[in-house]
């Protein structure tokens, strides 16, 4: 694999904990890849599943999903919303033999800017690894 | 609509230019076709930059204006106010987050350079699909229902009542005062027999602003901040219930705590051994100024048993060492004939008098025992032997009665008022604040404060402070002859598309979503409803948008981010 190469990745985050965890992480100047572009959303469980698979099949090499801990959502459920379509996702994806890893699901509060710093830089590493996203020459969507 | 898009790239003094390469920036959007103007600023959310901004607007007939900056949580409200100065709808704007999630975490300049014109350019795409939407105003009332008459409730209910608002306060047993009306004493200044309390309820007795329900309880409670309507059953005399409603503009809940059940575990001998008394007994006791036990005789020695139930239950309930002090004074003071053993695991004396009068114990001659654990209470004889452990070596004392302290816990209806008010509870199951230091009597549900031991252990002291903090948020709130504003970033469904499947229904947790049934579709309330958005991305058949943060928007910044 080539070592210049750069994945895109999207991670959709929550307003309330993980894109402040994220801009905490800025604040803190921890080094977060470039490869990792944000969208905001009020709630983790806004992220249609729709979101994740239009990423996934224009080209995205990743697509990361970002919420609350359970427990802690500011509209008081709405990560676990996002847990099960998480989970029809990972099936989803299983079903139609794509790669698993291409998609995911972090909780990442707002004071966690550490584990903000650790699960981007892991998940680009893990990316790195599987390369390009095959999916936008092999499927016609 | 003609569109005249305006960028405006903030350099937050070295903040951006550090990392990221602005004039670049610059000439990278200029190329856009849908921009009219690119420019930069030093201190876009300055006075100058403000100027500078509404100038802009004003001049080029801007339609919508993209602010790359810090993050949205800094300063997105005051670039909005701007535009809106400027006749600007505010919510055309977008503002791009290049300062926290750019320049600070890419350490390479070429790198963020590259990120911010990706992100920049994803909000001027998204920013063309902005609506402007419109804020609304609702009439409010300013009445209050105050759940349980206990101190809490009576407080919040007398620091609230007056002319331009009423106060309903329910109470489900006969009479308003709650568990402190037992006491004997208050403490720390060792007050006459609850004077306090017989105050208060006089007070709110005679106010012609305060409506009392004894014997009663909430049944519904549905709607908003400004617009609850509740309904609530009482129990009259012959056993009937009669059922009413009422319209209130903010509920405090206000329902205090029960005693741990020392039943249940047999350590505490409680119910089995003679002589072991619970605490509020021993208030009785106190109440009637005899204490004698069982067979009529007088005690030769107590024992003051701390911490029942902290195991079980996982917290310590703070009032437990200070009216074990309390009990240990009394007995002193009028019985010095009674021999005082306290059993001791933990102290907890947080409060600035509680130490000195902890000392004053000790001076009286009060033995205190310390124990590391509780193994067991049984009766020998006419004497109790309380057996504990202490640096692993059992020990034991025999006292003729023992009062046994038990922790505070919810009161028996908390879970069924929680699933009535649509609130959560903590992981003890006393109802759970909104934020524990920022915002510790608000609910997730604007307009429902808690106050006193509903939300866990609390001296009195506490529980009248948090009582004139719901008065505090209601009077700030709910102003007499003043509208609120609800939320602007509603849900919004789209009568043609919905199927009504009712999947957005079981996704919201405010009740926001009702059923049209004539029409057989989905409405949202856009009073109640956040804009979390949960119902959009549950939503099978599309029909639901989110208001500024809709689908093409989104996906915009998607299709940018993999440009």
Redesign the interface.
């Given at each position: 694999m080539n070592s210049k190469y750069k994945p895109?990745i999207?991670a959709f985050l929550c307003n309330w904990c993980s894109?402040?965890g994220?801009?905490l992480?800025?604040?803190a100047?921890?080094?977060?890849p470039?490869s990792i572009?944000?969208?905001?959303?009020?709630?983790s469980?806004?992220?249609?599943?729709?979101?994740v698979l239009?990423?996934f099949l224009?080209?995205?090499d990743g697509v990361m999903m970002m919420g609350c801990h359970p427990g802690d959502c500011?509209?008081?459920?709405?990560n676990y919303?996002t847990r099960r379509?998480y989970v029809l996702l990972d099936n989803l994806f299983k079903t139609l033999g794509l790669e698993k890893k291409r998609i995911g699901l972090w909780w990442v509060s707002a004071s966690e800017a550490n584990r903000y710093a650790k699960v981007t830089n892991e998940y680009t590493e893990e990316i790195k690894k599987l390369g390009p996203n095959p999916t936008s020459e092999e499927i016609f969507l | 609509m003609n569109k005249n898009i305006g960028v405006y790239v903030c350099e937050c003094g070295p903040n951006i230019p550090e990392r990221i390469d602005v004039d670049k920036v610059v000439q990278e959007m200029s190329s856009m076709d849908e921009v009219k103007t690119v420019k930069k600023f030093n201190l876009m959310c300055s006075n100058d930059g403000k100027k500078f901004l509404k100038e802009e607007i004003e001049k080029q007939k801007l339609s919508h204006v993209v602010v790359a900056a810090c993050s949205p949580k800094d300063h997105e409200k005051t670039f909005m106010s701007v535009c809106q100065e400027s006749g600007l709808n505010p919510y055309l704007f977008q503002l791009v987050n290049i300062r926290e999630q750019c320049a600070w975490m890419i350490p390479d300049k070429e790198e963020a350079t590259s990120k911010a014109v990706k992100y920049i350019r994803a909000g001027i795409h998204r920013v063309l699909y902005h609506n402007p939407l419109k804020k609304k105003e609702i009439e409010i009332n300013t009445d209050v229902l105050v759940i349980g008459g206990g101190l809490s409730g009576i407080e919040a209910a007398l620091s609230l009542a007056g002319p331009k608002r009423k106060v309903h306060i329910i109470e489900k047993t006969d009479s308003l005062g709650g568990m402190a009306a037992d006491l004997s004493q208050v403490l720390p200044h060792q007050g006459s027999k609850m004077d306090l309390i017989k105050k208060k309820v006089e007070q709110l007795e005679s106010s012609e602003f305060v409506n009392i329900n004894t014997f009663s309880q909430v049944k519904e409670v549905r709607g908003f901040l400004g617009n609850f309507e509740a309904v609530i059953n009482t129990h009259s005399g012959n056993g009937g219930v009669e059922e009413k409603e009422i319209k209130i503009g903010a509920v405090i809940v206000a329902t205090g705590f029960n005693l741990f059940d020392l039943k249940k575990n047999p350590i505490y001998g409680y119910g089995e051994a003679d002589n072991v008394l619970n605490a509020t007994e021993f208030e009785d006791m106190i109440n009637s100024e005899k204490i004698l036990l069982k067979s009529g005789k007088k005690p030769k020695s107590v024992a003051l048993v701390h911490c029942a139930g902290r195991k079980e239950q996982g917290y310590c309930s703070k009032v437990c060492c200070l009216y074990n002090l309390k009990f240990a004074h009394y007995l002193r003071d009028h019985h010095p004939d009674i021999e005082v053993k306290e059993l001791v695991i933990d102290w907890c004396l947080p409060h600035k008098q509680d130490q000195s009068y902890f000392e004053e114990a000790k001076d009286k001659g009060v033995d205190f025992i310390r124990m590391d654990e509780l193994l067991k209470t049984k009766s020998t004889g006419d004497q109790i032997q309380i057996e504990f452990k202490t640096n692993d070596k059992s020990h034991s004392v025999s006292v003729d009665m023992a009062v046994v302290a038990p922790a505070m816990v919810p009161s028996e209806d908390t879970t069924k008022l929680a699933d009535i008010l649509n609130i959560p509870l903590d992981k003890s199951g006393f109802f759970k604040e909104l934020h524990e230091m920022l915002d510790p009597v608000s609910t997730p549900m604007e307009g429902i404060y808690l106050t006193g031991c509903a939300l866990g252990p609390k001296n009195i002291h506490e529980s009248l402070t948090q009582s004139h903090a719901t008065s505090g948020k209601i009077f700030s709130t709910l102003v007499p002859g003043r509208k609120i504003e609800p939320e602007v970033k509603v849900s919004e469904i789209k009568e043609d598309l919905c199927t009504g499947c009712q999947t957005c229904l079981s996704v919201c947790f405010y009740g926001a979503i009702t059923t049209d049934s004539f029409k057989g579709v989905s409405v949202v309330n856009e009073a109640i409803c956040r804009g979390c958005g949960n119902c959009v991305g549950s939503c099978p058949s599309g029909a639901i948008r989110s208001k500024h943060f809709t689908y093409p928007q989104l996906y915009q910044e998607v299709l940018d981010a993999l440009r």
């Open positions: 895109n999207i894109y402040t994220a801009d992480a800025g604040t100047r921890m080094k977060i470039s572009k944000t969208i905001r959303v009020m709630c469980g806004r992220i249609d599943a729709l979101f239009k990423a224009k080209g995205a500011h509209y008081q459920k709405g919303n379509r | -």
